[in-house]
């Protein structure tokens, strides 16, 4: 497993205190916090969402046949695209 050191942490910090200052931190790491907590609830929803889902029976799954076929063009050359005159 990709261990990072110490070192990677802290060069990591100080680049982020250099771009965005020691004053924009606390607020972004909120503005981070607030958004996992929203991804974390939408997904527990959409989780049980998936479990009230009605289950699907065999008949209404399946898909019917057309009882009529389309007919098919006598030569393919019939359908080829008119060329159009400018």
């Known amino acids: 497993m990709l261990s990072v050191s110490p070192i990677v942490w802290i060069t990591v910090i100080i680049v982020l205190v250099v771009v965005f200052g020691a004053a924009k931190l606390p607020e972004i790491a909120r503005n981070v916090g607030k958004s996992a907590k929203v991804l974390k609830e939408e997904l527990k929803d959409l989780a049980e969402d998936e479990n009230f889902a009605a289950p699907v029976s065999p008949e209404t799954s399946q898909v019917q046949a057309p009882t009529q076929a389309a007919p098919k063009p006598e030569n393919p050359a019939d ?6 005159d400018n």
Do not use: R, T
Not at 79 to 84: A, G, R
């Open 79 to 84: 359908q080829s695209i008119p060329h159009q």
